[in-house]
T-cell receptor, first 114, second 114 residues
Framework: DAGVTQSPTHLIKTRGQHVTLRCSPISGHKSVSWYQQVLGQGPQFIFQYYEKEERGRGNFPDRFSARQFPNYSSELNVNALLLGDSALYLC?????????????FGEGSRLTVL | AQSVTQPDIHITVSEGASLELRCNYSYGATPYLFWYVQSPGQGLQLLLKYFSGDTLVQGIKGFEAEFKRSQSSFNLRKPSVHWSDAAEYFCAVGAPGGYQKVTFGTGTKLQVIP
């Protein structure tokens, strides 16, 4: 079975632009979470979606938004990019909606904002 | 609010030596506890998890961790380190019954020397 896939793997944007990152969960998994990992730090929780509904949101500004599609894939959108948004964005999938098991992470999308 | 502290930013051990990575958490009750490993350019892989029961947890790749409630600790151990264990290790905490907000520590980078 394919793991969690994310695209693009690398991208470069300039300040003020917007970006869309995509994630396909493992087949059969209905939950997707997004994390931001700044260089030298641990991942920070941004969003969780389960069955196309937002289930949780971390301490991120409204410039960050996400959605989940009927096939359970997900998009993370970031508007008005700042230099500080440069990070590795990780998507994780999970079979259910609760916090009872392993999160399966993709390899991430590395965003550089110039 | 839940939090995780990994006091060691960088650890160097000789191949074949034993390893212990420290993790302390802050949470009002008994949390869910995890150790993840991240190799360069890779996503996060779960090594082991603690939900309840036996406080000594066995994981993959020969790792184990012990939950000590009195010390709010969940240290990771391995009796004999292999060169392939060189990676960054993250301790993480989750709220039982909650959504999938997992709070990660800042990580410990493990270097293995021959």
């Amino acid at each position: 079975d394919a793991g969690v896939t994310q695209s693009p793997t690398h991208l470069i944007k300039t300040r003020g632009q917007h970006v869309t990152l995509r994630c396909s969960p493992i087949s059969g998994h209905k939950s997707v979470s997004w994390y931001q990992q700044v260089l030298g730090q641990g991942p920070q929780f941004i969003f969780q979606y389960y069955e196309k509904e937002e289930r949780g949101r971390g301490n991120f500004p409204d410039r960050f938004s996400a959605r989940q599609f009927p096939n359970y894939s997900s998009e993370l959108n970031v508007n008005a990019l700042l230099l500080g948004d440069s990070a590795l964005y990780l998507c994780a999938s999970h079979r259910g909606g609760g916090n009872t098991g392993e999160l399966f992470f993709g390899e991430g999308s590395r965003l550089t904002v110039l | 609010a839940q939090s995780v502290t990994q006091p060691d930013i960088h650890i160097t051990v000789s191949e074949g030596a034993s390893l212990e990575l420290r993790c302390n958490y802050s949470y009002g009750a008994t949390p869910y506890l995890f150790w993840y490993v991240q190799s360069p350019g890779q996503g996060l892989q779960l090594l082991l998890k603690y939900f309840s029961g036996d406080t000594l947890v066995q994981g993959i790749k020969g790792f184990e961790a012990e939950f000590k409630r009195s010390q709010s600790s969940f240290n990771l151990r391995k009796p004999s380190v292999h060169w392939s264990d060189a990676a960054e290790y993250f301790c993480a905490v989750g709220a039982p019954g909650g959504y999938q907000k997992v709070t990660f520590g800042t990580g410990t980078k493990l270097q293995v020397i021959p």
